[in-house]
């Protein structure tokens, strides 16, 4: 769900906190941060109790969807279509430029690393909407994306609850993971078998209402340390708390990091990022089941 990052990402544009919230929402009280043994801070999950927490998740995740432009700008530079487009580049200015004498190679070089810069731009421009998009994510009416009555009839999904659940990772004083999810459950409609009993409101938590993660990511220092992993499964945890379905619990089609803007030929990193958050999900729900399993055979 998440990527690789470098320095000339521009940052998602700020957040800007709802006109109700400046006077709504209390400052946190200033903790110190929780130490081990030997004075290094431990890791906290969190739930987001307040706009600021919210805001601070949403630039996490916006921030992933920003660096996917550079995993896509890597992928299209060295996919060997473009790479042959940058031998045949030097063929021509070659053949072009190059009439005998070695100085001629200077006219070679200097026109070739035109073309080149001008490869680059193309690349950087046309992997530019992921910045868009994480511009996009990084909002509040993303956050509530799929709540209104016409998504839920697009859908054929009611959203429970008035808001996402957020949990989000704390080190030290440095919020560096976060993960967005909902509970979802079959809209009813009058005409349908169940509408006499059911109408379209929120059903309380039963066997019918799945989890369903929009979001998932780790700042870029923190990734492969098993920091993402162990949030998920504490969202896992909050999930069954709720009595929601984590058999069959999934990434939303529309997750934060769905969008390509490039062809299918490209795209085998990001879609390799999809693959091993799928495995990672079904391996944690996996886990929290057997653990539960010898559980119950204990008791």
Same mark, same amino acid.
């Given at each position: 769900?998440?990527?690789?990052?470098?320095?000339?990402?521009?940052?998602?544009?700020?957040?800007?906190?709802?006109?109700?919230?400046?006077?709504?929402?209390?400052?946190?009280?200033?903790?110190?941060?929780?130490?081990?043994?030997?004075?290094?801070?431990?890791?906290?999950?969190?739930?987001?109790?307040?706009?600021?927490?919210?805001?601070?998740?949403?630039?996490?995740?916006?921030?992933?969807?920003?660096?996917?432009?550079?995993?896509?700008?890597?992928?299209?530079?060295?996919?060997?279509?473009?790479?042959?487009?940058?031998?045949?580049?030097?063929?021509?200015?070659?053949?072009?430029?190059?009439?005998?004498?070695?100085? @001629?190679? !200077? #006219? *070679?070089?200097?026109?070739?690393?035109?073309?080149?810069?001008? %490869?680059?731009? $193309?690349?950087?421009?046309?992997?530019?909407?992921?910045?868009?998009?994480?511009?996009?994510?990084?909002?509040?009416?993303?956050?509530?994306?799929?709540?209104?009555?016409?998504?839920?009839?697009?859908?054929?999904?009611?959203?429970?609850?008035?808001?996402?659940?957020?949990?989000?990772?704390?080190?030290?004083?440095?919020?560096?993971?976060?993960?967005?999810?909902?509970?979802?459950?079959?809209?009813?409609?009058?005409?349908?078998?169940?509408?006499?009993?059911?109408?379209?409101?929120?059903?309380?938590?039963?066997?019918?209402?799945?989890?369903?993660?929009?979001?998932?990511?780790?700042?870029?220092?923190?990734?492969?340390?098993?920091?993402?992993?162990?949030?998920?499964? @504490?969202? !896992? #945890? *909050?999930?069954?708390?709720?009595?929601?379905?984590?058999?069959? %619990?999934?990434? $939303?089609?529309?997750?934060?990091?769905?969008?390509?803007?490039?062809?299918?030929?490209?795209?085998?990193?990001?879609?390799?990022?999809?693959?091993?958050?799928?495995?990672?999900?079904?391996?944690?729900?996996?886990?929290?089941?057997?653990?539960?399993?010898?559980?119950?055979?204990?008791?």
């Amino acid at each position: 769900m998440s990527s690789l990052t470098s320095a000339d990402v521009a940052p998602p544009a700020a957040l800007r906190l709802p006109d109700h919230a400046s006077n709504q929402v209390e400052e946190p009280e200033d903790k110190e941060p929780t130490v081990g043994e030997d004075g290094i801070p431990l890791l906290e999950t969190l739930p987001a109790e307040n706009d600021d927490m919210r805001a601070e998740a949403l630039h996490i995740i916006a921030d992933s969807v920003a660096q996917q432009r550079n995993m896509a700008s890597r992928a299209l530079i060295f996919h060997p279509v473009v790479l042959a487009l940058f031998v045949l580049s030097f063929g021509v200015c070659r053949q072009i430029f190059y009439k005998g004498d070695n100085s @001629d190679y !200077i #006219k *070679v070089l200097t026109t070739f690393t035109g073309v080149v810069m001008a %490869i680059l731009g $193309a690349v950087r421009l046309t992997c530019g909407p992921y910045i868009f998009e994480a511009e996009s994510v990084g909002t509040w009416s993303w956050l509530n994306k799929g709540r209104s009555a016409e998504e839920e009839e697009q859908s054929g999904m009611k959203v429970l609850g008035d808001s996402d659940e957020i949990l989000l990772t704390k080190f030290g004083d440095d919020y560096i993971g976060a993960v967005i999810f909902r509970g979802v459950q079959p809209v009813v409609t009058p005409g349908s078998p169940s509408g006499n009993k059911r109408s379209r409101r929120a059903q309380s938590p039963s066997k019918h209402t799945k989890m369903v993660i929009r979001a998932w990511s780790v700042r870029q220092k923190y990734r492969r340390k098993e920091v993402g992993s162990a949030l998920l499964e @504490d969202a !896992i #945890k *909050v999930g069954k708390e709720k009595g929601w379905t984590i058999d069959g %619990i999934e990434f $939303a089609k529309d997750h934060a990091n769905h969008k390509r803007v490039l062809p299918a030929m490209f795209n085998g990193a990001l879609d390799k990022f999809d693959r091993i958050a799928h495995k990672t999900l079904v391996k944690k729900v996996q886990e929290i089941e057997a653990t539960e399993g010898k559980g119950r055979k204990k008791k």
